[in-house]
């Protein structure tokens, strides 16, 4: 059973900073590795998919890198804004999506 | 603009009472998808379809059935609540192949 991790369940950082979220996953047959973005009270916002033949992907400040072979992906944010304050969730298809519980990241002016 | 929509936003109600909760998109999407989010379980697959007459179980299927009679929506019904299905279940919807799924807001269910 696909098992995705994503740490750490909560990051604080102040305005400015560059930042790394990270995201694991048990079994490396996959088709896809997405990132999503949510708000409180709100559905996800889609920011990056990469499919398993790609390493990378790239989105203004966003970066999100994908080794399938260690079953690790990371989603780096340049130049963090307070309005980036969201919970960032990974997620990855092989028959099904399957999510990780996300990272709840706070960025202080 | 195409979207997708959930209703209703807020529904509270009392064990064994069955609920339905409503999808509609106008994405004309083929797929659609149904997910409950819980705190520490990221969103759970709970059934999905990926065209008119086709259903499919997820991951936490047990208690919840759908059913497709269109392509633009896809309703979900908790044939005797639960407290354990007190979560906020979001829909979703793609074209299929390598596009993104597209989320509606989310609907907040209390079953007291």
């Known amino acids: 059973k696909q098992e995705v991790t994503q740490i750490p369940a909560a990051l604080s950082v102040p305005e400015g900073e560059n930042l790394v979220l990270n995201c694991s996953f048990t079994d490396s047959a996959i088709y896809n590795l997405q990132w999503f973005r949510q708000d409180p009270g709100k559905g996800l916002t889609s920011l990056l998919l990469i499919q398993s033949s790609q390493r990378e992907q790239t989105s203004g400040r966003l970066n999100a890198s994908l080794d399938k072979s260690s079953g690790r992906s990371t989603l780096y944010i340049a130049a963090s804004q307070p309005g980036d304050s969201a919970t960032y969730l990974c997620a990855v298809e092989v028959n099904d999506m399957r999510f990780g519980a996300g990272t709840r990241l706070t960025v202080k002016p | 603009d195409a979207e997708i929509t959930q209703s209703p936003r807020h529904k509270i109600t009392e064990t064994g009472r069955q609920v339905t909760l409503a999808c509609h998109q106008t994405?004309?999407?083929?797929?659609m998808f149904w997910y409950r989010q819980d705190l520490g379980h990221g969103l759970r697959l709970i059934h999905y379809?990926?065209?008119?007459?086709?259903?499919n179980k997820g991951e936490v299927s047990d208690g919840y059935s759908v059913s497709r009679s269109n392509t633009e929506d896809l309703p979900l019904t908790l044939e005797s609540a639960a407290s354990s299905q007190t979560s906020v279940y979001f829909c979703?919807?793609?074209?299929?192949?390598?596009?993104?799924?597209?989320f509606g807001p989310g609907t907040r269910l209390t079953v007291l």
């Open positions: 994405w004309n999407h083929n797929n």
């Open positions: 379809s990926y065209g008119v007459h086709d259903t």
């Open positions: 979703a919807s793609s074209a299929g192949g390598t596009d993104t799924q597209y």
